[in-house]
Each structure stands twice: as structure tokens, then as C-alpha cells.
């Protein structure tokens, strides 16, 4: 079973920036198209930023051009680089598979991005 762990949440303030990380277990995180997801209070999880397993990515138009993910292969790890955060980026962001059967979800990880 791959487990997701996710990490580098926290509190910031509008205009900041954070650098979330998503730990895989399992190889087949290398051949699967990752995506970060989110899910603030109220609303339903929605796919922010995704990246293929080639590395061709693809944004919501609410984050492009502030985030960027990425991803290393070889440490089974993807990432999402958020600059100029704003209030509404606030949520417990998840990392998953973008097609096919879903892993286990994480437990996440809680940005807060308030003054």
C-alpha cells in the first residue's frame, strides 16, 4: 500500500510564500501523473497543480503563476512552490494521483495564509 505524507504547511502572511513536499512510498509514484490538491472549509477538494510523469504540468487558473510543482523520481517526492499567497489559497492541501484509482489519501497539510 503507498502511503502519502505530506508536509510544509503553516501559517503565513498574504504575499508570502511556502514550499509544500509530498513523500511516496512505493514505486509507483515515478510512472503516475501527481497532482496537489486542496480543500478549504466548506468546499469540495479540488486539483490545484498537476505534472506528468514526463513532467509536463498543468495549473488551475487560480494558482498559475504563483505556484509551481515539480517532482523527484528518483526520492519518490513531489512538490508545490506557492509564492504571492493569498488569503483564499487557505486549505489542507493533499498530494494524490491525478487518473485512474486514487491512493490513500495523507492526512495533508494546513496552510494558513492570514495577516
Known amino acids: 500500500q503507498v502511503q502519502l505524507v505530506e508536509s510544509g504547511g503553516g501559517l503565513v502572511q498574504p504575499g508570502g510564500s511556502l514550499r509544500l513536499s509530498c513523500a511516496a512510498s512505493?514505486?509507483?509514484?515515478?510512472?503516475?501523473?501527481m497532482g496537489w490538491y486542496r480543500q478549504a472549509p466548506g468546499k469540495q477538494r479540488e486539483l490545484v497543480a498537476s505534472?506528468?510523469?514526463?513532467?509536463?504540468?498543468n495549473y488551475v487558473d487560480s494558482v498559475k503563476g504563483r505556484f509551481t510543482i515539480s517532482r523527484d523520481n528518483a526520492k519518490n517526492t513531489l512538490y508545490l512552490q506557492m509564492n504571492s499567497l493569498k488569503p483564499e489559497d487557505t486549505a489542507v492541501y493533499y498530494c494524490n494521483k491525478v487518473f485512474g484509482v486514487l491512493l490513500r489519501w495523507g492526512q495533508g497539510t494546513q496552510v494558513t495564509v492570514s495577516s
Open positions: 505534472i506528468a510523469s514526463g513532467g509536463r504540468t
Open positions: 512505493g514505486s509507483i509514484f515515478s510512472i503516475s501523473d
